[in-house]
């Protein structure tokens, strides 16, 4: 069951590297995420904090925007096609919402790794707990400042390093009360190769 409405914050707080956490994001109120040291990626999901079956849905976003890439003024939509946030500020200009959180099985299989970290999708799997939200609710997120060009010819993928520099945020509004997961992303490929902090803070909206 979801956790009561937390005051708002008025001081900005910070993500450690290769972590996450999870928060009530009240209808009205602003997220701001900001990459402090630049070329850094945070992975955000969304539910409605009154039915967690509804939730943030990359497929009806980009189909009903019909773009892949998102920026200031543009709404994000649940798997109900309801509006659940609103990007209202973006210094940076891209981001990825077609790749899954990183897990334990994306450093396995991508990089080899004999002892995998546990990744976004284990650190958003920690943080949505006390929610009553399991791994296997976790969807696609929307990774902010990760950059994936994709080739309009042939269709493939590259993950290239991040376009935010040190400072570099997007600010969303919630348009119902929502729960937040929130991480520092923990894939080499998304940030160039250095774990870094990502810094969020909640406000009224103006």
Do not use: W
């Not at 209202?88 to 002892?115: M, Q, W």
């Amino acid at each position: 069951m979801a956790l009561p409405l937390c005051a708002l914050m008025s001081e900005i707080k910070r993500i450690p590297p290769r972590s996450g956490v999870a928060f009530v994001l009240p209808r009205g109120a602003r997220l701001k995420v900001t990459d402090p040291q630049g070329e850094q990626v945070a992975d955000l999901v969304a539910y409605n904090r009154d039915d967690t079956g509804e939730v943030l849905s990359n497929g009806r976003t980009l189909d009903y925007l019909s773009k892949i890439y998102l920026t200031a003024g543009d709404p994000v939509y649940s798997n109900r096609s309801r509006i659940m946030f609103e990007i209202v500020e973006d210094k940076v200009g891209r981001h990825d919402f077609l790749l899954t959180p990183c897990s334990a099985d994306t450093f396995r299989i991508i990089y080899g790794d004999k002892n995998p970290h546990r990744g976004c999708f284990g650190n958003l799997a920690e943080a949505l707990a006390p929610y009553g939200i399991g791994p296997d609710r976790i969807p696609t997120a929307f990774n902010i400042f990760m950059n994936v060009p994709i080739d309009s010819e042939t269709g493939v993928l590259k993950v290239e390093p991040p376009l935010s520099r040190a400072g570099d945020y997007l600010v969303i509004e919630a348009k119902m009360d929502i729960i937040v997961g929130l991480t520092a992303c923990s894939a080499e490929q998304s940030n160039n190769y250095a774990f870094k902090p990502i810094d969020y803070e909640i406000t009224e909206a103006d």
